[in-house]
């Protein structure tokens, strides 16, 4: 080893060491703890401890409620995801366009609800939402729309949750796309133009294409944050109603830090580990192989 | 814990001017604070005293939070007394006792015919019934899915436990409670109650208010928060008994809240001084002037302004009936639990005998680990 490489080591040795500390060891903590049934019992004396092997894992393939969470959280994704991104990359846009002008205030005021705090906005979107006083209600009342129980009613909580995640978060993705776009070379859109192409030609097959590893990075993040979910449901429905927004964190934070039974709950880590793992590396071929961009 | 934590600076300043003793009170609310006492434990970070509902005190000794009683107490009523006592030993002193009660509106009862609810489940069917011919529209009785003390309380008025085999197994599947449950959803497929949850529901208290409809359960802290309330005189509205299945009396499911002074506690005599403070009458009397809490103390209760309150009288009278939950750490999650089957019941997913069942497995399950330590003679 020579001495630039030494050196190279000790600078990242306080992160190798750090990411070992904060990540590696609790990780592997909470595979220990999810091969036994850890509750309250436990807690309370340690002696209580059972090994029971992967019984934890058999208990949630069998449990209905882990299953209505795996299932909601697939579905916030699935209207989520295209829903942030679309906004995301139509803010980058029309911010990105040659007639905007104040482009640097846009760029705030959309920015804006990302860096705002997720409970001050809760609160806010809750008041929003409200059956009988919200602004929403209130509008859709005046084109002749009845009034919708955005929170409380099982069909309405999920895409009511996801209008507001759309709202908070695609101001950053908006960012990263509109760095994305400004990297488009000028003549290859001036060629574009020569040669004929209208404005959803010249998108198609030249923005596109260029913003490809954006966009890939952008769905990526957004598939792990939505399949993460748990803040958003916990302060505006507590889970419901009837357990309609429960998602899979919220589903392991109950059976953590309400009912204690942390070996399930670590159990309920694990898989989701797994399953971010194992789309995340699916997402990542797909992009390789994006011919089509 | 909510509006009793918001008055509890004003009942401590007392305490504190007497001896000198200052004291820092921290406000939780209801939803959060099981959650915040057992993180506490976990995290070494228990303050010096504890209000709990009496339902934790079970899970509170067995995970040896809460220190017995030194010395003898007296002058607690006998119901407040046996609901602090874990395995005959108490953890905690008693502060408040409370149960369900059905609050109405005069004004619609009386124009159906009534002039309070009446004392079975057959008769309270016949008054919703009353109720809903004359507002077809409505739902006379608001009984929210996600609110399990209603069903629990009918649950409880059965003869048999609603746990067996030295409380290790659900016991739900009993005449008692299937014929509770059977009443409860009942009321739902008669279009007594409209099949909502709490975040549906609104401001429930203003609903009474405005006749919405015209029966609501709930529990004594009610009163307080409805004499505070603007535009809905005393005279509108009163309360009674919760409805039994026959018109013999049936036992009466009791929550309330006690003081528990903590492991961790590095002052513990001085602690038992503040408990004992905020437990005896002129505290107890004071508390139920601020909030409309029961106090647990006998004595309270022999003086106005409680002796005489004919509202008083109704909880007073269920008290002398009072059973308490199963003392089992997991009370709390079974009652979740149970509940979240009743709503699916109620929702049509299940029939009275699947649903009973299916409580009594779910519970089993939740109960393994309690079988598994008692069958080993380890404490639980």
């Excluded at chain 1, 600078?11 to 909470?30: C, K």
């Amino acid at each position: 080893m020579n001495r630039t490489a030494r050196a190279g080591l000790w600078f990242a040795a306080p992160v190798v060491a750090l990411t070992f500390l904060i990540v590696v060891v609790p990780t592997l903590g909470a595979a220990l703890l999810s091969v036994t049934d850890f509750d309250i019992y436990a807690l309370g004396d340690v002696t209580r401890l059972r090994f029971v092997g992967l019984d934890n894992f058999a208990v949630l393939a069998h449990d209905p409620h882990f299953w209505r969470a795996a299932g909601n959280t697939l579905l916030f994704a699935a209207l989520g995801v295209p829903a942030t991104i679309a906004a995301s990359l139509l803010a980058a846009v029309l911010i990105g366009s040659a007639t905007v002008r104040w482009r640097p205030v846009w760029r705030v005021l959309l920015f804006a609800p990302y860096v705002t705090t997720l409970v001050a906005t809760s609160v806010v979107w809750r008041t929003l939402l409200d059956t009988r006083f919200g602004p929403i209600n209130a509008a859709l009342a005046a084109v002749g729309i009845g009034p919708v129980d955005w929170l409380g009613d099982a069909r309405t909580s999920i895409p009511a949750i996801v209008l507001f995640l759309v709202w908070k978060n695609f101001g950053y993705n908006m960012v990263v796309f509109s760095a994305a776009l400004a990297m488009v070379p000028a003549d290859l859109r001036d060629a574009a133009r020569v040669d004929g192409a209208g404005p959803w030609l010249r998108f198609r097959h030249v923005v596109l294409p260029a913003i490809g590893p954006a966009l890939l990075l952008a769905t990526v993040l957004s598939v792990a944050n939505f399949l993460q979910l748990f803040t958003e449901p916990y302060i505006m429905t507590h889970g419901g109603p009837a357990g309609s927004t429960t998602t899979v964190l919220y589903f392991m934070f109950e059976q953590g830090f309400t009912w204690w039974s942390l070996g399930m709950a670590s159990a309920v880590a694990l898989v989701l580990f797994a399953a971010i793992l194992g789309v995340t590396a699916v997402q990542a071929r797909l992009g390789r192989r994006a011919e089509w961009l | 814990m909510s509006t009793q934590g918001a008055v509890a600076p004003q009942l401590v300043s007392a305490f504190t001017a007497a001896t000198g003793i200052a004291v820092d009170v921290q406000p939780l609310p209801w939803t959060a604070a099981h959650e915040k006492v057992l993180t506490a434990f976990a995290g070494g970070a228990l303050p010096d005293i504890l209000m709990v509902a009496n339902d934790w005190l079970a899970e509170l000794a067995m995970l040896g939070v809460a220190r017995p009683v030194p010395g003898a107490f007296a002058g607690a009523l006998p119901a407040a007394g046996a609901a602090v006592a874990v395995d005959g030993v108490p953890r905690a002193l008693p502060w408040t006792l409370d149960t369900q009660v059905a609050f109405f509106h005069r004004g619609r009862l009386g124009a159906a015919g009534y002039a309070a609810p009446p004392a079975t489940w057959h008769e309270w069917r016949a008054m919703g019934h009353a109720l809903k011919r004359r507002r077809p529209d409505d739902y006379p009785l608001l009984l929210l899915l996600d609110w399990p003390e209603v069903l629990m309380t009918w649950g409880a008025q059965g003869t048999e436990p609603l746990l067996r085999d030295r409380d290790t197994r659900g016991n739900f599947a009993t005449p008692g409670f299937r014929a509770a449950l059977a009443f409860y959803v009942s009321l739902f497929a008669d279009r007594l109650a409209a099949p909502l949850v709490g975040a549906q529901a609104g401001d429930t208290l203003a609903g009474l208010a405005q006749g919405r409809f015209a029966v609501l359960p709930s529990t004594a802290s009610t009163v307080g928060d409805l004499n505070q309330l603007a535009g809905f005189p005393h005279a509108a509205w009163s309360l009674a008994a919760m409805p039994t299945p026959g018109p013999r009396p049936a036992p009466v499911l009791l929550a309330g809240a006690s003081l528990v002074v903590t492991r961790d506690c590095r002052d513990p005599a001085r602690a038992w001084q503040l408990v004992r403070f905020l437990c005896a009458p002129a505290a107890q009397r004071r508390l139920h002037a601020l909030t409309g809490d029961l106090p647990a103390a006998s004595a309270a209760w022999a003086e106005a302004p409680l002796a005489g309150d004919p509202l008083a009288a109704v909880f007073a009278d269920a008290f002398t009936r009072g059973v308490g939950a199963p003392a089992v750490p997991e009370w709390a999650r079974i009652v979740f639990e149970v509940q979240a089957i009743a709503e699916r019941t109620v929702r049509g997913e299940f029939g009275i005998d699947a649903a009973t069942a299916a409580m009594d497995t779910r519970v089993d399950a939740i109960l393994a680990k309690r079988r598994w330590l008692l069958d080993r003679g380890r404490p639980a």
